[in-house]
């Protein structure tokens, strides 16, 4: 069963920097395109930055500069560096993995940005 765990959310000032981490567990994780979505309240769900099996990425044009998504085969884990926040990235953050229109979700971090 695969299973999608995130980490590394929090209270942050504008202008400072997390580093979200999604461990993938029940399967083989270098075959799985990864992605992170941000819901902020009130808001649909939104794709932030995707990472595919072969390493090439993608980003919303309000993060671009900003975030960069990376993976780790070796850990099963992707990574979404955030620097330079708003306010306006204040939201809850989702893993999400897709194999074969096979599509995934963790439980989601939140982060929240204070100016």
């Known amino acids: 069963q695969v299973q999608l765990v995130e980490s590394g959310g929090g209270l942050v000032q504008a202008g400072g920097s997390l580093r979200l981490s999604c461990e993938l567990s029940?399967?083989?994780?270098?075959?799985?395109?990864m992605g992170w979505y941000r819901q902020a309240p009130g808001k649909q769900r939104e794709l932030v930055a995707a990472?595919?099996?072969?390493?090439?990425?993608n980003y919303a044009d309000s993060v671009k500069g900003r975030f960069t998504i990376s993976r780790d085969n070796a850990k099963n884990t992707v990574y979404l560096q955030m620097n330079s926040l708003k306010d306006e990235d204040t939201a809850v953050y989702y893993c999400?993995?897709?194999?074969?229109?096979?599509?995934?979700w963790g439980q989601g971090t939140q982060v929240t940005v204070s100016s």
């Open positions: 999400n993995a897709v194999v074969r229109l096979r599509v995934y």
């Open positions: 990472i595919t099996s072969g390493g090439s990425a």
């Open positions: 029940g399967s083989i994780f270098r075959i799985y395109d």
